[in-house]
C-alpha cells in the first residue's frame, strides 16, 4: 500500500518509516511518498492509497478522478473546507480531520496579538471580548485573554440551536454585542450556506460601526471578513487594530492593506511545533485505527519525545514575582514566548507574490507555546483567582514558601 503525504509535515518520514516497521510486523506493507507544494502531481496519485495533507491543498472531483485507489485522506489541520467531503464519500473514500490540534498555538496568537496591542497603547482594552465560534480554537483564545484579566463572551449561534449538545462555554446569539465589544476574535469554519454562513460575515455595515480602536482579529479563515470592506474602512480612516493571519484571497496577500493592518502574518496562527507535530502524529494514529491496528498508535513516541529536535520549541521560560503580577507583565511574558511582531515583519519584508507566501509557512521557525512558561510567586499564587488565571494562561505555577 502507498501513503501519499505533504512533505512539509513535520517528522512526517521518520513516522511513517516506524508506522511501516510496526505495520510490517502484522504481515501489511507500506511504502511512503511525499510530495511538495500544494498538491500531489497525477503520477503520485494514480499510485497512492492514502493521503495526507495540510490545508493548502485542494481535494476536489479533480484530483480524486487522479487517484483511483484512494481510499482515505487525513488532513493535519481543524479546517474541512479545502477538501470536498461529499466528494469524498461519493467515491468511498473516509476522510479526518485533526480538531484541536493547533488549538493551542491559535489561542496564543491571539494572546499575543491582544498583549502586543495593550503593551504599545499603554493600557488593556477596556470593553468586552467577543470570541466568534466556541470550538477548540475560539475557546483556546478566549480562556487566554481572560487570564489577561479581559471579559469573554462567545458567539455561536449554530452551537446554541444543537439539541442534546451541552456547550463548553456559555454561548449566545447576540451580533450586536458582538459588534459593540473592543476585541472580536473570529474563529469559525468557512460556510456559505445554511441560516448562519460565515463567508463575508464582516462586510462594510458591520466595520463600520465597531468601536474606535477595536481590535479585530481573523486566525480562522480569510473571506470570513470581506476585505473590500476593510479597503473602505482604511480609505475613511477609521481608527481601527485589525490583525489577519488569513487571507480572503490566499495565498494572495492584500499588500495595498498592510500599511493599515496592525499586524498581518501568513497563516501561521497554528504553526506551533507542538500543533504542526502533533497533527502529524495524530494523522498515523487515525490512520492505525482505519486499518483496524489501533494499537499501532503505541508505538508512536509521545509528542514531548517528538518535540525534541527543535530546543526552542522546548525551552522552558520561567518568570519570578513576589507581588501579584500586573496585567503589564502578563502581557510581557505572553510576548517573551511568541512575539507575533516578528511574524508580522517577516510578511512585510516579503515579495508578495504565492510562493513567498508558501515560503514563509514552509520555512516557519521553531515556535514555543505559552505552556511553557513557569510563574514563580509567594503567598499570592495561593490566591484560587490567580491560580485560574495563570492556568488560563497556560503557564505552571511554583509558589515558594516566604520568609
Request: proline letters at 5%.
Amino acid at each position: 500500500m502507498q501513503l501519499l503525504a505533504d512533505a512539509s509535515m513535520p517528522l512526517v518520514t521518520e513516522l511513517a518509516h516506524r508506522f511501516s516497521d510496526a505495520l510490517q510486523q502484522q504481515g501489511v506493507a507500506l511504502t511512503l511518498t511525499t510530495f511538495q507544494g500544494r498538491q500531489p502531481t497525477p503520477e503520485q496519485l494514480a499510485q497512492a492509497d492514502f493521503l495526507m495533507i495540510r490545508s493548502i491543498t485542494k481535494v476536489d472531483p479533480d484530483l480524486l478522478q487522479q487517484a483511483p485507489q484512494l481510499k482515505w485522506i487525513g488532513t493535519a489541520t481543524i479546517g474541512t473546507e479545502h477538501v470536498d467531503a461529499a466528494a469524498c464519500q461519493a467515491a468511498g473514500i473516509d476522510f479526518v480531520s485533526t480538531p484541536g490540534v493547533n488549538a493551542n498555538a491559535v489561542g496564543d496568537y491571539v494572546a499575543s496579538a491582544v498583549s502586543c496591542i495593550a503593551l504599545e497603547q499603554g493600557n488593556l482594552p477596556r470593553g468586552e471580548v467577543a470570541i466568534i465560534g466556541a470550538g477548540h480554537t475560539g475557546r483556546a483564545a478566549g480562556q487566554r485573554l481572560s487570564g489577561l484579566g479581559l471579559h469573554v463572551h462567545y458567539y455561536d449561534p449554530p452551537l446554541l440551536q444543537r439539541e442534546g449538545i451541552s456547550a463548553p462555554v456559555d454561548v449566545h446569539a447576540d451580533w450586536h454585542r458582538v459588534l459593540a465589544s473592543d476585541v472580536i476574535s473570529c474563529h469559525v469554519p468557512m460556510t456559505k450556506a445554511g441560516e448562519h454562513p460565515t463567508f463575508h460575515m464582516f462586510k462594510q455595515a458591520s466595520i463600520e460601526v465597531l468601536p474606535e480602536n477595536c481590535i479585530l482579529i481573523n486566525a480562522s479563515r480569510g473571506a470570513v471578513i470581506q476585505e473590500q470592506a476593510l479597503r473602505a474602512a482604511m480609505q475613511r480612516g477609521q481608527r481601527l487594530h485589525v490583525v489577519l493571519d488569513v487571507w480572503e484571497h490566499e495565498p494572495q496577500v492584500a499588500a495595498d492593506l498592510l500599511p493599515w493592518l496592525r499586524y498581518a502574518t501568513a497563516h501561521i496562527a497554528g504553526h506551533s511545533v507542538a500543533g504542526k507535530v502533533g497533527g502529524t502524529r495524530r494523522l498515523f494514529s487515525e490512520l492505525a485505527q482505519w486499518l483496524k491496528h489501533a494499537a499501532l498508535t503505541s508505538e508512536l513516541p509521545p509528542l514531548s519525545e517528538l518535540m525534541q529536535p527543535w530546543p526552542e520549541a522546548v525551552r522552558k521560560y520561567r518568570w519570578q514575582s513576589n507581588e501579584p503580577p500586573t496585567w503589564q507583565m502578563l502581557a510581557s511574558w505572553v510576548r517573551d514566548i511568541y512575539d507575533i511582531r516578528i511574524d508580522d515583519k517577516l510578511l512585510r519584508q516579503a515579495t508578495p507574490e504565492t510562493a513567498t507566501f508558501d515560503a514563509l509557512r514552509r520555512n516557519y521557525s521553531a515556535r514555543a507555546e505559552l505552556s511553557q512558561g513557569t510563574v514563580v510567586g509567594g503567598s499570592w499564587l495561593a490566591q484560587e483567582a490567580w491560580q485560574i488565571r495563570l492556568r488560563q494562561l497556560t503557564f505552571s505555577q511554583i509558589q515558594k514558601q516566604e520568609q
